[in-house]
């Protein structure tokens, strides 16, 4: 079962010749999750050979053109490909304004529906959930109103011995039951613990987006632990006033809110224009949070089932 | 002196991994003129390396999206580059209609002027010039009022003879009038022709782009004898009747045009997603206009001077 993340665009405002702007993808069992959506979305999804024919739900953080500068081509291109799907968009409610209004000219007459889920900018709260996964709002600090978004895998059952099926004669409901977490009581009147008849679930993976944001003390307890945290990285340290100035990040802040909250392993993104390369970004990360890896387009990062 | 085109888009409404959409780069002495604006096209320039802040004139052939969805990120770059020069645009006037409400979000405070020039779709007319060059525009035919564009160097000034200088110890008024084709006529009262003085000119280079566009026999004595022609073949001829239900060329059509016209080459481009190897359209068009040439994103082609 995947849980793997492809680097869309890791370029801040101003795209370069290697980056494009912000776009991440999250597969989650071959179901697509597409969070913010930079310009040339569409050119590389399709050159990392992605059928993003399957996306149904989009994420955008905050209405930058480097956050959803790729919707118009997207949903042009959704609608020249006969898509009837509907097509599930979770944002600030500027978002339907600055789109809306574009739509007749861009479209014509749009073939499928695009459902608008505002998301308030202020308190996490849970925004969307279906049967693989929770997404939960992380309130960020920057310019214009922001969020972040947390994907959680939802628990899974636990896993029933083969040997205890035989052994006690289960039926179908008795397997649901306990695969549920039951114990089993058999006709012996004998209680038989959930331990004894499974296997402990697959712990549930996690992935945090946070892009783009100032230093925000406020979201570690959203994003305590998380296996996967992406948290903007704009700057160096020694570019801090630019950062405040603008309320992006640097490398070390990104590292000690990693640090601070615990994760499993730190991305940085969001670059500046001026860092062709970015491994003075990634020194400095590392420093503070050792698990840091500085993200490029194409990159994918999966988080492996675990116990 | 270069007289140079350059192909960032080549695909026609859905962009494939190879191939954005519509967008070419004129370069004439190094004055560049953007001619469309697919989605990426910032991505492109860089790419390519163009230095993109000294294009100053864009020409928008119709509105849309797969030829103007890259204006809203060039021009935030722009913007974020701190551009003063002013940006003129050349298109229908429905462009700004669709530009100006989104300016707003996009830039908020736009620190360059936008000048728009509105084309008219019917009857070709000269709609710019400089000191290099002339544009007119040429009606096509298509869904929305569609316009290519006649791009032709100014006549150059006739070169003069060193020899001829000397020996009738011409000044600086004389020499410029004589550059300017004007006879000499000596203190002792003696006609010198013009031809004696000076060596002709250099012919003047020309390019005509013409998307999109059904098959229309009223472009030709507007783009006859251009140095390059850039017509559409977003179809092979089989596929004609989905070509003329969308108002776009067949590559037999776009050859038939070229060779009416007598155009000295042929570039064929915005390819329909169908064709990832586009051999069969460009031998189809080959079989009618054998200078023709199937161009790709990134190819280059430069007109040489001569007389």
Redesign the interface.
Known sequence: VSFSLTILGSSS?????KR??SAHLLNVDERLYLIDCG??V??QL??F?IRFGKINHIFISH?H??HI??L??LL??FN??GRKEPLHIFSHH?LQK?IS??LQ??LGECQFPIVYHPVKPSGSELIFEDDKLTVHSIPLKHRIPTVGFLFREKSRMRNIKKEAIEKYELNFGEIVKIKDGADLRTKEGLVVSNNELTDPSFRQRSYAYCSDTAYYESIIPIISGVDLLYHEATFLHKELKRAKDNFHSTALQAATIAEKAKVKKLLIGHYSARYKDVTPLLDEAKNIFPDTEAVEDGDIYNVELSK
Do not use: C, H, Y
């Open positions: 405002a101003l795209p370069t010749s494009f702007t310009e040339g569409q050119m399709r050159r050979k209405v053109g480097d500068l790729g118009f081509g042009s291109s020249l490909l500027d600055i209004p574009n000219w861009l």
